[in-house]
């Protein structure tokens, strides 16, 4: 690959005594698997920057699924992810490994997680808005499309205190049902807009995401979910804290 690229990792692990694999999500070619050579050597300048929530720019060669690490280079400080704002981080870091194929240019997502992670960043407390937000922009791009805004069955407008029930591949039916596939006509519209101005919508939008992302992630656990679940063992968390997905 010629040329400098903006990156951040979204995963490393060590591979031989001195070196790192790791996943980068790029902008120009999606997730990129590379192999960093001597980044964990005692004298190597790479050991801070190669980690995740710093944006780099980077440069590689190599033509296999695994390329050659050839130069990093920290853009800023990593952004200061901390308690269960981390894991909220680690959880769109899974997020975007588990669904996206490799080398497929998502460059419009790129822009979508780092801000993100900026807004994660500048939480004082809750992720919810942040990651609802993100959810709902990886869907987009991954081609997964509903209309939020009218009534799959008549084609209406989507009235805010109707009644809508979420049905797969055919969207929101209104429906006198109420149970965890129902969400009101102002919960549609909260999720077409990717706003959420109160808990109500910020929790039918966790619904719904779950829900969507499902299939994308198939029925292999989400690490970051028990990593940020013995994080709520080992420190209670206040009322005001939610959930890190």
Known sequence: MEGWQRAFVLHGRPYSETSLMLDLFTEGQGRVR?????????????????????PLLVRWSGRGEVK????????????PLSGSILYSGLYVNE???????????????????????????AASHSP?????????????????????????GS???????????YREEKGFIASLVVDHYSFTGRDLKALASREFP???????????????????????????????????????????ESTAD
């Open 34 to 54: 590379i192999l960093a050579k001597g980044a964990r050597g005692r004298r190597s300048n790479l050991k801070g920057c190669l980690q995740p929530f710093t």
């Open 68 to 79: 050659t690490l050839r130069s990093a280079e920290p853009v800023s400080m990593a952004l």
């Open 95 to 121: 997020l975007v490994s588990r669904v996206l194929e490799q080398e497929t240019n998502y460059s419009s997502l790129f822009f979508d997680y780092l801000n993100c992670l900026q807004n994660l960043a």
């Open 128 to 152: 919810e808005q942040a990651l609802r937000q993100f959810e709902l922009a990886l869907l987009q791009h991954l081609g997964y499309g509903v209309d939020f805004l009218h009534c799959a």
């Open 155 to 165: 084609g209406e407008e989507v009235s805010d205190t109707m009644t809508y029930r």
């Open 198 to 240: 109160d808990m109500a919508t910020l929790q039918a939008a966790k619904r719904f995401t779950r829900m969507a992302l499902k299939p994308y992630l198939g029925g292999k656990p989400l690490k970051s979910r028990e990593l940020f679940r013995q994080f709520v063992l080992k420190k209670p968390l206040p009322p005001a």
